[in-house]
Nanobody
Framework: EVQLVESGGGLVQAGGSLRLSCAVS????????LGWVRQAPGKEREGVSC????????YYADSVKGRFTMSSDNVKNTVYLQMNSLKPEDTAVYYC????????????????RGQGTQVTVSS
């Protein structure tokens, strides 16, 4: 059974940091493009970051570039999103996602998605 379980969300003041974790079971990280997307109330879903399974490169949305870092641990089968210098506009539910086809992730299409973890940044 495939499961993506996120953790690490919470309430933080602007300028603070959080680290999200996504524990993956049912497949190995190298099999899928793993990523993070976020959804804020009244806003479109946004692809924040992903690790391209084909070449290992990491993508970041312009809105988080230089502040967020995505990483993976193949031993723990877990991906992470380190979020620094958080802003109120980063407030959203963050979802861990997995796409078999690399292009699918960039087209907002996922084979699997976790239940989400709330990140709230206060000003």
């Amino acid at each position: 059974e495939v499961q993506l379980v996120e953790s690490g969300g919470g309430l933080v003041q602007a300028g603070g940091s959080l680290r999200l974790s996504c524990a993956v079971s049912g497949f190995t990280l190298d099999d899928y493009t793993l990523g993070w997307v976020r959804q804020a109330p009244g806003k479109e879903r946004e692809g924040v970051s992903c690790i391209n399974k084909s070449d290992g490169s990491t993508y970041y949305a312009d809105s988080v570039k230089g502040r967020f870092t995505m990483s993976s641990d193949n031993v723990k089968n877990t991906v992470y999103l380190q979020m620094n210098s958080l802003k109120p506009e980063d407030t959203a539910v963050y979802y861990c996602t997995a796409s078999w086809a690399v292009s699918a992730w960039y087209e907002d299409e996922y084979d699997y998605r976790g239940q989400g973890t709330q990140v709230t940044v206060s000003s």
